[in-house]
């Protein structure tokens, strides 16, 4: 192999509820005709080594929860994932709860709610949320968010460098951080400079400052695609190995070249659903039929109905202590629960038992002493509300694609989801097309952004449009009988703000537009550089 530099690749699935992690060592180098080269050492390595992730699992659990514990008064973090997840389950934890203020799902309180595309209950939800974060930290949610990336980042570093058996120091660094395409670039700008961030910190704290990194070094990648790459990679590989076994119910036997499908992506907290049209099997690729629509679909959206519909049930007049921390708790308990909803019931059990000391006997609404029962319709009817959203959102897709011959189900949610399964099993669309869940679920997003910064040559997406207008930024000195002025005579007067001093020169700044909003991008136009087409 031709000499070249050493590489670690950082992959990361910025997931609601839980996060993922690969990393990948690599070697970089460049053919006759300069194009670069990566070729991977080994597989891209699982990260689950995190911190508190080898209670009960000797070899640690893949999917960190992003939960984050504060301290009220210093404001202070105490821990964050497992960690967290563990004095959160902790009945008597040494620091008492009212001292500590939890922060969960922080990756909703991104986006703008007033920005956002939800309905105006969730929009103030989350208002409220944001709004008591600061009041009690004094901090946005974009400081908090770079307090969890900060851990998680260090935490992948200090794994790899541990198992890699010989010097980073000569080394670069890559980071790949998958998001919801859906969300306005400027959050998109906003994650890619906290990671950024983050590797700095990561890298003095483990003494790898000699590393070469830079922001230019930072990809944020669609979730959508980079887990319907991973599944239908997965799936062709599987139609190919099965060819002598019979029909598979798994495989793509529905889906051939030149066919529209729609990759739906729920997961923990976000939803997005992307039309695509499968160009070639191999190499795989597909083109983007149009933009990825963000859906107020989720398994963060169930569980905000359960807390709705709990808290018309359960009343003080039920119970004999403090009612907002006996919904806190069984609201968590929902979140592990909710995974059963869709499966047959257990022998003598149509009802979720949950053991509630102090709790009031209620015989209209099924409550015994010391235990509360919720039905488990009630349970499923919490899943409603957003599938009903899911179903008008696919319907209208299908109504403007209506050659679209399968829907994929993909993360961590549309994947797993058993209640999903039998609503949309039982929906009219079955009638038209096709329906595939994957059944990897969360891992489908964190292996697609690994293979997309691994294998470099190959282009998934063929054809795409763009959802904003690019172009070169270009400054020019202005003053009488400059360029800038002969170019531009009535700058100011046509719109220009204020111009800057730049070495004691007003300057103004043009920008020249190459890609309007809208343009169709082929693959021989998705690298456009200072000297690229017009």
């Not at 690599?26 to 689950?48: H, I, T, W, Y």
């Not at 160009?279 to 933009?291: E, H």
Request: net charge neutral.
């Amino acid at each position: 192999m031709q000499q070249g530099q050493r590489c670690l690749v950082l992959a990361v699935d910025l997931g609601t509820s839980a996060t993922t992690a690969q990393w990948a060592l690599a070697v970089d180098s460049f053919n006759q005709q300069g194009v670069l080269q990566r070729k991977c050492f080994g597989r891209p390595v699982e990260m689950r080594a995190w911190r508190g992730a080898r209670k009960g699992d000797a070899i640690g659990n893949i999917c960190l929860p992003t939960d984050l514990v504060y301290d009220r008064t210093s404001r202070e973090l105490l821990c964050m994932g497992f960690q967290a997840q563990q004095y959160l389950d902790d009945p008597s934890p040494e620091i008492a709860r009212e001292n500590v203020f939890v922060v969960e799902h922080i990756k909703l309180l991104l986006n703008n709610p007033d920005d956002a595309k939800v309905s105006p209950d969730t929009a103030a939800r989350y208002r409220n949320m944001r709004d008591e974060l600061a009041r009690t930290l004094q901090k946005d949610p974009y400081e908090v968010f770079e307090d969890f990336l900060d851990a998680v980042i260090e935490e992948i570093i200090g794994a790899a460098k541990i198992s890699i058996p010989f010097p980073l120091e000569t080394s670069k660094l890559e980071l790949a951080l998958a998001f919801p395409s859906g969300w306005p670039e400027l959050v998109h700008r906003k994650v890619a400079a906290i990671g950024a961030r983050g590797v700095r910190k990561a890298l003095e704290i483990h003494n790898l400052q000699r590393m070469t990194f830079g922001i230019q070094n930072v990809y944020t990648l669609s979730e959508t695609l980079c887990g319907v790459k991973e599944w239908l990679t997965a799936t062709i590989e599987e139609a190919s190995i099965s060819l002598d076994l019979g029909p598979q119910t798994s495989n793509l036997d529905e889906l051939n070249e030149g066919d529209f499908f729609l990759p739906v992506d729920i997961g923990g907290g976000t939803g997005c659903l992307t039309p695509l049209r499968l160009v070639s099997k191999n190499p795989l690729r597909v083109d983007q039929l149009g933009p990825t629509q963000s859906l107020e679909v989720s398994g963060e959206a169930v569980e905000a109905e359960f807390e709705r519909r709990l808290r018309q049930i359960v009343s003080p007049r039920d119970y004999n202590g403090d009612l907002e921390r006996l919904i806190y708790q069984v609201c968590r308990e929902f979140k592990e629960e909710k995974k059963n909803c869709g499966q047959p019931p257990r022998p003598g059990s149509p009802s979720w038992n949950i053991h509630t000391p102090r709790l009031r006997a209620n015989p209209r609404k099924g409550f015994e002493k010391d235990c509360m029962k919720l039905s488990r319709v009630i349970l499923e009817k919490c899943f409603d509300p957003a599938l009903d959203r899911l179903d008008l959102a696919i319907e209208q897709v299908l109504a403007e694609y209506p050659a679209i011959k399968a829907i994929v189900f993909l993360g961590q949610f549309g994947g797993s989801s058993d209640y999903l399964r039998k609503r949309m099993a039982r929906s009219p669309i079955t009638n038209s097309v096709k329906l595939r869940h994957s059944q990897s679920g969360k891992l489908d997003v964190v292996k697609g952004a690994m293979s997309d910064r691994l294998k470099l040559t190959e282009k998934f997406v063929r054809k795409s449009e763009t959802v904003k207008s690019y172009g070169t930024l270009i400054s020019f000195p202005y003053y009488p009988d400059s360029e800038g002025q002969r170019l531009f005579p009535n700058a100011m007067q046509e719109g220009a703000v204020p111009l800057e001093q730049q070495y004691d020169t007003d300057t103004l700044k043009v920008v020249e537009w190459a890609i309007s909003k809208g343009t169709t991008l082929e693959e021989n136009l998705m690298d456009i550089g200072k000297d690229g087409r017009r």
